[in-house]
């Protein structure tokens, strides 16, 4: 396998297979993922290798397709609560895309602001005194 990118690439391609499957059976598409998930596992046939990547990959998509579903349900069922897991899907989708915002902002925008800033700022000749520029006695 070609890495993590590979595997990566590769369980995509046999999703999308199982998935177009279980459309033509008249089947739900979780169910084939779910399958096919435990088909590339290595209880089965062991195509992943990357553990770790692939399980954050799993968790993150687990956590988006929660709040992709709770979004689209909109149905207003018993007592309104689908109009409160729409709006709360809603909140969660816009607070995670501020979070990553803010994460892209402060990682790699607001160091280079600040380091520019500091190097357009030349400090001036300091000359001796006893307040900040104190000598060696001698």
Not at 23 to 46: E, H, K, N
Not at 62 to 81: C, I, K, Y
Not at 89 to 115: C, H, K, Q, T, W
Request: hydrophobic share 55%; net charge positive; proline share 4%.
């Amino acid at each position: 396998m070609h890495g993590v990118f590979g595997e990566f690439a590769l369980l995509l391609l046999m999703s999308a297979a199982a998935g177009a499957v279980s459309l033509w059976l008249r089947q739900p598409v979780l169910i084939a993922y779910i399958a096919m998930g435990i088909v590339a596992g290595p209880a089965v046939l062991g195509v992943v290798t990357a553990h770790d990547q692939i399980d954050l990959l799993a968790q993150v998509g687990v956590a988006v397709a929660m709040m992709v579903m709770s979004a689209l349900r909109g149905d207003g069922g018993a007592g309104g609560e689908g109009s409160l897991l729409a709006l709360a899907g809603s909140l969660a989708l816009r607070i995670g895309i501020a979070g990553v915002g803010l994460y892209l902002l402060m990682r790699y925008i607001l160091p280079r602001v600040v380091d520019r800033m500091a190097q357009s700022q030349k400090p001036a000749a300091c000359s001796p005194c006893s307040c900040c520029c104190r000598t060696a006695p001698g």
